[in-house]
T-cell receptor
Framework: DAKTTQPPSMDCAEGRAANLPCNHS???????VYWYRQIHSQGPQYIIH???NNETNEMASLIITEDRKSSTLILPHATLRDTAVYYC???????????FGSGTQLTVLP | DAGVIQSPRHEVTEMGQEVTLRCKPI?????LFWYRQTMMRGLELLIY????????DSGMPEDRFSAKMPNASFSTLKIQPSEPRDSAVYFC??????????????FGPGTRLLVL
């Protein structure tokens, strides 16, 4: 699976949009981009995933660049409860496991 | 939905003792995963099962670790004998069917293990 690069930490004001970037320049054509988050002391939580097209669900939006070498997770209106470590994971169709990197610690400030 | 259930939530034991962690996956899910999380190594996959059969245990650190899935609704991870370096948070996750493109995993709350 392709490796991902994320900033180690980010801050966001409560109520504003949080935009979390991820670089995956070695991604191959059949690999998906997944986002999970882990709130302190809890298990990782699935957020969203996509292949080529932008995706949106009740939690977030995922914007994937046309060349698929990077993506951005958008939390449209961040709340204090969104403070967590966010993991960007690239995973192929035949991969069994999720390979978690270091992630981005997002802190939502009041 | 009850989600993935793990027990105990916390375990403190002494070096050399046997430790058994338990997991109940989401009903109807065919795949089950055991992960370990430490500050030094992050989240690591230990083993996963498809339809109760162990598929890949290459992440199991050593022979002291063993995992079983006797039926679709229950799995155990056993450490015997336990050592202080086994102290970590152990997560169980399940998915509907691993290998299908786009399948997601749902994690339990984890078991915090401290070996003294």
């Amino acid at each position: 699976d392709a490796k991902t690069t994320q900033p180690p930490s980010m801050d966001c004001a409560e109520g504003r949009a949080a935009n979390l970037p991820c670089n995956h320049s070695t991604i191959s054509g059949n690999e998906y981009v997944y986002w999970y988050r882990q709130i302190h002391s809890q298990g990782p939580q699935y957020i969203i995933h996509g292949l080529k097209n932008n995706e949106t669900n009740e939690m977030a939006s995922l914007i994937i660049t046309e060349d698929r070498k990077s993506s951005t997770l958008i939390l449209p209106h961040a709340t204090l409860r969104d403070t967590a470590v966010y993991y960007c994971i690239v995973r192929g169709s035949s991969a069994r496991q999720l390979t978690f990197g270091s992630g981005t610690q997002l802190t939502v400030l009041p | 939905d009850a989600g993935v259930i793990q027990s105990p939530r916390h375990e403190v034991t002494e070096m050399g003792q046997e430790v058994t962690l338990r997991c109940k996956p989401i009903s109807g899910h065919n795949s089950l995963f055991w992960y370990r999380q430490t500050m030094m190594r992050g989240l690591e996959l230990l083993i996963y099962f498809n339809n109760n059969v162990p598929i890949d245990d290459s992440g199991m650190p050593e022979d002291r670790f063993s995992a079983k899935m006797p039926n679709a609704s229950f799995s155990t991870l056993k450490i015997q004998p336990s050592e202080p370096r086994d102290s970590a948070v152990y997560f169980c996750a399940s998915s509907l069917f691993q290998g299908r493109v786009g399948e997601t995993q749902y994690f339990g709350p984890g078991t915090r293990l401290l070996v003294l």
